[in-house]
């Protein structure tokens, strides 16, 4: 929905020290209105994509002067007006009919309890001036970003990473960790952790709280527990019949908290097509948009023979999209600038460029991401289904690389396999009676919070979109947990979600084997894109990081499509994206 950025000092009052060099590092997040708030110690900065009360009364900074209170605010809350309503009845008196001044007065009235009342996806931050407090808050599940550095001097927060080291004075030590976490899940570096020591993410579910003494504190409102084998759903018609009545309820808060047009981005896959489905009776003009690429010769570029099928039986307003493949090339390079940490999936372009097209059109969007690890819908899931419960048995069928690969790829030196350390502390403060269910509940919060919710949200929010996740409401994940994993893992994953769709999607749809966004160009390194990736590898910025291994790279760049990860990743394609980040970014 927008960018948020702020700075706190600790020694000196808010002069002359440039807040708009951060903002303008967030300012394609939110295109429509931009504004900052000094005073004294304190500096907040603001950039708008109006969606819930148009009118320049809820533009941000927003100030509360009654409270004494300044917010800054990214997201959406979705029950914003029956909280609204609550506040009225005890008295409160609101200027605007938006969600933004629906928070401050919450947390005027319930402190930090009021996060535990939002439905909704949101990163703020509160200036309470009367006791010189900054208060923070991201949602449950991290869909939107909060980034922070904290020193002796300042404290600092942002929607990204480049909002952060903007001023060029933040020591970029590379944490050797976060890197090993990196290459062994794709991408994935958990919160509060980012690649670098000395920049932090706020974690999903948590607040964080900082005085005038720089005295910081971090706490959670909110966890997904595990649910006991006893407590587990083991009727699958109760099942059912549960997550389509959250679905439905995730799916009509998210199209209803709007002013403007909302559409769908539909893959052709169950996820967006079942968004669709149960989205249509209540809402008949539908806009739906899809995304397509050239033919390879190994893998057809587009999923359109399924859209289609969505689109005529629902009749939607949809636009298609067709990319030539040899136009991906060069947009590369600003793709890997608009990423706020470095990713590896592939499909992150395409999100990237159909983006681009849909902002033209509509500012916000639905999309199926979390379905899969809310509902075991990844085939290395059912591997897992039948493994004994422990993290090794999690790690041979996930994990990108082993330790000794991480060693063999890095110049780092590794105290110990951090990356399998982390797994076990997560398993073991899970305790799931399976390993499937101890695994649903580790890639549901951790997992997807740094890998597709991080992408969609910085791909379409590059372009002034705001993408949101139903399957990631709270409510809809609380229930499925509760759900026994192995009636998720039927009919090859996601049997719940099919089950729903069985009497309302075409059967090419529901039983099509399991598809990601077809990006043929770079999943099959070739060409002019291998020539692309030997001058990233063998640049002078690569060689004077010295992060690699030269002869690694040399083994990689040998056999460009054969090194392949558990879960089919191109292991190549994975070195040489993490170096475009940094040479887009720190360079």
């Known amino acids: ?224 527990d595990a649910c006991s084998q006893q407590d587990l759903i083991s009727d699958e018609n109760i099942a059912v019949k549960i997550v389509k009545e959250k679905l439905i309820h995730a799916i009509e808060k998210r199209l209803l908290a709007s002013d403007t047009d909302i559409g769908v981005l539909l893959s052709g896959g169950l996820d967006s097509s079942l968004i669709v489905a149960l989205a249509k009776d209540h809402f008949p003009n539908l ?81 199926g991401q979390g379905a899969d690890e809310g509902f075991a819908g990844y085939f290395w899931y059912k591997k897992m289904s039948s493994e004994l419960n422990n993290y090794h048995n999690f790690s041979k069928h996930y994990f990108d690389r082993n330790h000794q690969e991480i060693e063999d790829l890095l110049n780092i030196k590794f105290k110990e396999d951090h990356s399998s350390q982390m797994i076990k502390k997560k398993f073991k403060d899970i305790n799931s009676k399976s390993l499937l269910g101890n695994v649903l509940n580790f890639d549901i919060t951790t997992l997807v919070v740094d890998d597709p919710v991080k992408r969609v949200d910085n791909m379409t929010m590059a372009w002034g979109l705001e993408a949101r996740v139903p399957f990631l409401d709270h409510e809809l994940i609380e229930a499925s947990v509760r759900i026994d994993p192995k009636l998720h893992i039927k009919r090859n994953g996601k049997n719940i979600l099919k089950s729903i769709a069985d009497n309302i999607l075409p059967e090419d749809v529901i039983d099509r084997k399991k598809g990601y966004f077809p990006m043929p160009a770079l999943k099959y390194i070739r060409g002019e894109y291998y020539e692309f990736v030997c001058d990233i590898l063998n640049s002078s910025n690569c060689y004077n990081r010295n992060l690699y291994n030269r002869k690694h790279i040399k083994s990689l760049l040998s056999k460009p499509n054969e090194y392949k990860t558990a879960i089919d990743g191109n292991k190549l394609w994975h070195v040489a994206a993490t170096e475009l980040w940094f040479q887009q970014n720190i360079d």
């Open 287 to 367: 806009k739906t948009y899809s995304i397509g690429f050239e033919d390879d010769l190994e893998e057809k570029g587009s999923e359109f023979f399924y859209s289609d099928q969505i689109v005529n039986k629902y009749r939607t307003n949809h636009k298609k999209f067709i990319i030539n493949n040899n136009s991906v090339l060069t947009r590369l390079p600003e793709t890997f600038k608009s990423m706020s940490e470095p990713m590896v999936a592939q499909d992150a372009v395409a999100f990237y460029l159909l983006s681009e097209l849909v902002s033209k059109d509509v500012k916000v969007v639905l999309s």
């Open 1 to 224: 929905m927008c960018g948020i950025v702020g700075e706190y000092l600790f020694n000196q009052n808010y002069s002359n020290h440039n807040i708009e060099i951060l903002l303008e590092k967030v300012i394609k997040r939110g295109p429509d209105f931009s504004d900052i708030y000094t005073s004294d110690c304190i500096a907040l900065g603001h950039s708008r994509l109006s969606i819930i009360d148009l009118s320049e009364a809820s533009n941000q900074p927003f100030i509360d002067r009654e409270a004494k209170m300044v917010i800054v605010y990214n997201g959406c809350i979705f029950n914003y007006k029956d909280l609204r309503n609550q506040l009225i009845k005890k008295g409160y008196i609101f200027k605007t009919t938006g969600d933004t001044e629906v928070i401050i007065k919450s947390y005027q009235e319930w402190g930090y309890g009021c996060l535990k009342k939002f439905e909704g996806d949101f990163a703020f931050a509160i200036w309470e001036s009367e006791y010189k407090k900054l208060f923070l808050a991201r949602d449950r599940f991290g869909v939107k970003p909060l980034y922070f550095s904290n020193n002796s001097n300042y404290f600092r927060f942002g929607s990204n990473i480049q909002s952060i080291i903007s001023k060029k004075d933040v020591d970029l030590i590379v944490d050797p960790i976060a890197m090993h976490m990196h290459f062994s899940l794709h991408s994935v570096v958990p919160a509060p952790n980012t690649i670098f020591k000395n920049i932090k993410k706020v974690p999903p579910g948590h607040y964080l709280v900082i005085d005038e003494n720089n005295k910081l504190n971090v706490n959670a409102y909110w966890n997904l």
